[in-house]
């Protein structure tokens, strides 16, 4: 079981980014899927999450309305949409999976992660 993950950059405000995470071993599709999120001397935060029915939970008020999660069940991956980025999305960003249950916030409880991708929205 593996989850691959893509797509991290270093952008300018109000650009666009698109992220991906490519699971191996599993089904996708099947699985609650969150990003979480870490900036540089902060705890790691669930941004969003997605059931595998595709109902979706926002964890950052800020991000709604600008971040989206797709899945491509046909890729086994699943994607962040991330539109209007600001200075304050600077972070590492994680997909995690559940195997059992829906969206919750909390890390510990996810059993599958990617290795991280850094996103830098600077000037």
């Known amino acids: 079981v593996q989850l691959v993950q893509s797509g991290g950059d270093l952008v300018q405000p109000g650009d666009s980014l698109r992220l991906s995470c490519a699971a191996s071993?599993?089904?996708?599709?099947?699985?609650?899927i969150a990003w979480f999120r870490q900036a540089p001397g902060k705890e790691r935060e669930g941004v969003l999450c997605?059931?595998?029915?595709?109902?979706?939970?926002y964890y950052v008020a800020s991000v709604k309305g600008r971040f989206t999660i797709s899945r491509d069940n046909a890729k086994n991956t699943v994607y962040l949409h991330m539109n209007n980025l600001k200075p304050e999305d600077t972070a590492v960003y994680f997909c995690?999976?559940?195997?059992?249950?829906?969206?919750?916030?909390?890390?510990?409880?996810?059993?599958?992660w990617g290795q991280g991708t850094q996103v830098t929205v600077s000037l």
């Open positions: 997605s059931t595998s029915s595709d109902e979706s939970s």
């Open positions: 071993g599993f089904t996708l599709g099947l699985y609650t």
């Open positions: 995690a999976v559940l195997v059992f249950g829906e969206c919750t916030r909390v890390a510990f409880q996810y059993d599958y």
